[in-house]
């Protein structure tokens, strides 16, 4: 793990180190002598212009050489992926699993962000959900991010195969008493508007150990039954995830998951002979790099 | 005073067969060497007109764990450079890593293109490649030199530089030692701004937890408790974030030495004991006292000041300053330097003979910020961390300042805008004003996405010892004590004010100046070459920083009248506001940047050009 964090980040500074660091040619020793004498300008450049009109130099002839490097690397980008759900869920005659992994490669202000959401779910009856994002992020009013791009949604259900795209309006970051919010809306190919939102939040039992709640709800403006998507309030689903870092990026836990259908998505769960509430514990690994 | 300086460099040059050595820790300076046969002795100097240093990669060890360290002629710190006034110096730097490098020499005036800033004063110095700096030396103190190419500072490219004075040394000493703090790390600068920039308190091991909230809600009650934990978690701050980089990554280092290998400087008992502290600590502030020994100030960032006796003294990144110590007693002291987060320290022996220690103290608890850190209006008289314990409470809300102590907890000092205390009121006698005593209610402008916050109000705080001092009865240095020897000569007021705001967003770990780091903000600020100047650093963060100017000096505009003392990098508490007189005499472009290294690699940095044209607006 470590080392290919290490190799990734290693892949990261190597990018702006062959953009803004090419100092072409030697730097030759300078002999120069220091003349503090008024009006004396000292250049490194060879660009002493005549001063006759009684005109001193302006200030663009201080200048440095267009080919020096920047003195400091303030737009090196990064690249973060984080899993924050990673997990295995107790079931009783399947093993369920879930996943939610996000992360962005980028600077402060401008940043490529990639989501993806997925389970498998036996008592859904759609085996797998799977889901993925890509956006672009702007960094907007101190702690969000707002996010628009795409969406692509596959479910498979008994070895059937649907699938459709979205166009993505997005809302991320931390609002007031800590709380990381995650709101998105999304508009399908064929004109379906639905909507997500997620949040949680950390409580730090000690430095290492780290509870969370987490809360994720989806709502649809129109009921699509091929994706077993009712009007209304899809789904809630509650999570409290007690993890240990090993180290910040490390961190295996345990928890417990509560999902509850409503409404024409759990009429739809119901038909399709599922479970339309249940508590699964669960246990998995947060990762980030 | 008068100089007397006994020899003391052939009293302490003859000790120790430096050469049987060499292949035992070829990797650490000769004082180092010294320590290890438990003998203290000062480190090679290396003097003379011209200098050849390198630059390259070498092995090191800290605690027996082995690293790579980036170094000066083989060792971390590098070799002392001992300059004379009045001469002329040429220091031939080769660079043997596989990236551009270059050494500037902090605090030292000198031609714009010696400076060593690459991107500003000159192109770096490229692989294979040797710079020749050259410039006459027209100051006398002590200094260091670095790096100042990416994180090579960090990686241990840095060491002291001390420059005699021409006239008799007016301060008298028997013996010196240079004591340079660091923090050494595993990993790379580059590799902590990554981490940061993904989690923010990714080093911070020191945050509230469950347990300290129960104990709260027992010492405090539940409504206090809970006001004060809802109020930071609404401003989606920690109070415990005294620091960006932590001894979870970071062993402190003093003169290259961990705490467990314990830095041993040697003396006579009676002996005058000149200790040149230098803050290497690329992102930690210390706390330096040596329990047992009252220290005297007698040197502020090379600059003499007016001796001044302390117990205790808060270092900034890239400060210096020198005491005089005078061990009496045939025994050893211990020399304890706390980071300001209270999550490490570093530590030596000054001992009468070799092999001797004396006991290291407890680390004070971690103190907390509190709202005044935050600029917090205090009309509302909003009291964070505020106690019920009544026999430590002193309150005089009359007219005066309101101050509420527990030895627990950190102090915190309510000043009512525009009121003094007895004590200040009589000790301005002969001083003059200093700017920002009043507090000044922050502008319209919130510096956008770039900055987290913006204080109601920032004002000085040069007379407070900074956060987790002062309350236990120690003497504690703090800006106002500074007054130079002499005054110096330009003492004309400053004829236009420039201000600066230092920003940046803590949860995003952007750091910036007005908003807007380096890389959207290139246009240098211009000195019109010869003015006087006022430059206003007002801090919008609720973080500490060192203001570094290069090529010129700051006069600390700290109420000493004729007697500013000057520096080359100016500590800024939280919501605080410092003023510093610039004389423009060094036509040229200069850098200008928070020394906090990561603060500056992410875009707390400037250009300052000094030239005599006004650039079009």
């Known amino acids: 793990m470590r080392t290919f964090a290490q190799a990734l980040s290693g892949i990261v500074l190597v990018i702006p180190l062959s953009t803004g660091f090419c100092v072409p040619g030697v730097s030759a020793p300078s002999t120069t002598v220091f003349l503090p004498t008024p009006g004396a300008y000292f250049l490194t450049a060879s660009t002493t212009q005549d001063n006759s009109d009684g005109q001193r130099l302006a200030p663009n002839n201080l200048s440095p050489p267009k080919d020096w490097p920047s003195p400091v690397a303030d737009e090196h980008p990064n690249l973060f992926i984080l899993a924050d759900v990673l997990e295995y869920r107790q079931n009783n005659k399947d093993s369920d699993f879930r996943w939610d992994v996000q992360g962005w490669y980028g600077g402060d202000y401008n940043r490529l962000w990639f989501k993806s959401e997925g389970e498998r779910n036996t008592a859904l009856k759609a085996d797998y959900d799977i889901d993925a994002q890509l956006l672009y992020g702007r960094f907007i009013k101190q702690y969000y991010d707002f996010q628009i791009g795409v969406r692509g949604e596959t479910q498979i259900f008994r070895g059937k195969n649907v699938t459709r795209a979205h166009a993505v309006i997005g809302f991320q970051g931390l609002v007031p008493y800590n709380h990381e919010v995650d709101f998105a809306l999304f508009i399908s190919q064929h004109g379906d508007v639905s909507a997500r939102f997620v949040g949680s939040r950390d409580f730090l039992l000690t430095q290492r150990l780290i509870l969370q709640p987490r809360f994720e709800t989806n709502a649809a403006i129109q009921k699509v039954e091929k994706f077993s998507t009712g009007r209304g309030l899809n789904n809630i689903e509650l999570g409290l995830r007690l993890r240990y870092e090993i180290r910040r990026e490390i961190a295996p836990y345990i928890g417990v998951s509560y999902d509850k259908s409503f409404f024409g998505t759990a009429d739809r769960v119901r038909q399709e002979g599922g479970n339309t509430s249940q508590i699964r514990f669960v246990a998995g690994i947060r990762l980030w790099l | ?617």
């Open chain 2, 1 to 617: 005073m008068k100089s007397n300086s006994i020899s003391r460099r052939t009293l302490l040059k003859g000790i120790g067969a430096i050469g049987t050595l060499k292949g035992l820790e070829s990797i650490l300076p000769s004082y180092v060497w010294a320590n290890m046969l438990n003998v203290a002795i000062q480190p090679p100097e290396i003097s003379g007109n011209v200098i050849n240093l390198t630059i390259a990669e070498t092995p090191f060890h800290v605690d027996n764990l082995n690293a790579t360290a980036i170094t000066v002629n083989g060792t971390v710190p590098g070799p002392l450079i001992r300059l004379q006034e009045g001469q002329n110096v040429t220091l031939k730097v080769t660079n043997h890593l596989k990236e551009a490098s270059s050494i500037h020499w902090h605090g030292i005036l000198l031609p714009p293109d010696m400076d060593g800033v690459p991107g500003v004063s000159f192109a770096g110095i490229e692989p294979g490649t040797t710079y020749v700096y050259q410039f006459p030396v027209k100051q006398s103190g002590t200094y260091w030199y670095h790096s100042h190419s990416g994180g090579q500072e960090q990686s241990g490219v840095y060491a002291p530089m001390i420059i005699d004075p021409i006239e008799p040394d007016p301060i008298q000493y028997d013996r010196e030692y240079v004591v340079m703090l660091s923090d050494w790390s595993f990993e790379s600068a580059e590799q902590m701004i990554a981490k940061l920039k993904k989690q923010s308190d990714y080093f911070n091991y020191q945050q509230r937890t469950l347990g300290e909230f129960f104990l709260d809600l027992k010492q405090k009650g539940w409504s206090a408790t809970f006001d004060n934990y809802l109020a930071w978690a609404r401003m989606r701050m920690d109070p415990t974030d005294l620091g960006d980089v932590t001894s979870h990554a970071y062993t402190y280092l003093m003169n290259g030495l961990s705490p467990a290998t314990n830095w041993t400087g040697l003396f006579n008992p009676g002996e005058r004991v000149r200790l040149r502290f230098i803050q290497v600590g690329v992102m930690t502030f210390q706390d330096v006292r040596i329990p047992g020994l009252k220290m005297t100030v007698v040197q502020a960032d090379g600059q003499n000041v007016q001796p001044i006796e302390v117990d205790e003294f808060r270092l900034g990144p890239a400060e210096t300053y020198d005491v005089i110590v005078e061990p009496t007693e045939e025994r050893a002291y211990t020399i304890f330097a706390e980071t300001m987060d209270r999550s490490g320290y570093a530590r030596g022996t000054l001992a009468p003979r070799p092999g001797m220690s004396a006991s290291v103290p407890q680390r004070r608890p971690r103190p907390l910020r509190t709202m005044e850190d935050m600029g917090m209006d205090m009309s509302g008289m909003q009291m964070d961390n505020m106690e019920a314990n009544a026999e430590h409470k002193s309150m005089h809300i009359h007219g005066m300042d309101m101050k509420i102590e527990n030895p627990k907890l950190p102090s915190v000092e309510h000043h009512i805008p525009g009121m003094h205390n007895m004590e200040q009121m009589s000790a301005q006698v002969n001083r003059s004003e200093i700017p920002g005593s009043t507090p000044v209610k922050h502008g319209p402008d919130d510096h956008g996405t770039g900055n987290q916050v913006v204080p109601d109000s920032t004002r000085s705080r040069l007379d407070e010892p900074g956060i987790g001092l002062g309350t236990d009865g120690r003497r504690v240095l703090v800006y106002t004590d500074l007054k130079s020897l002499h005054p110096y000569p330009d003492q004309r007021k400053p004829e236009r004010e420039l201000e600066l705001h230092l920003t940046g967003n803590m949860e995003r770990y952007m750091w910036s100046f007005d908003g807007k780091k380096y890389s959207d903000a290139k246009e240098p600020v211009h000195f019109n070459y010869g003015e006087r100047l006022r430059w206003t650093f007002v801090n919008d963060t609720m973080m500490e920083h060192t203001m570094h100017l290069h090529g010129m000096w700051m006069h600390l505009e700290n109420g000493a009248g004729e007697y500013l003392p000057r520096k080359h990098t100016v500590l800024v508490k939280p919501a605080e506001r410092v003023s510093v007189a610039i004389t423009a005499d060094a036509p040229g472009r200069w850098a200008f940047h928070c020394h906090l290294l990561l603060h500056m690699d992410v875009g707390m940095f400037r250009v300052v050009e000094v030239s005599d044209v006004v650039p079009h607006v």
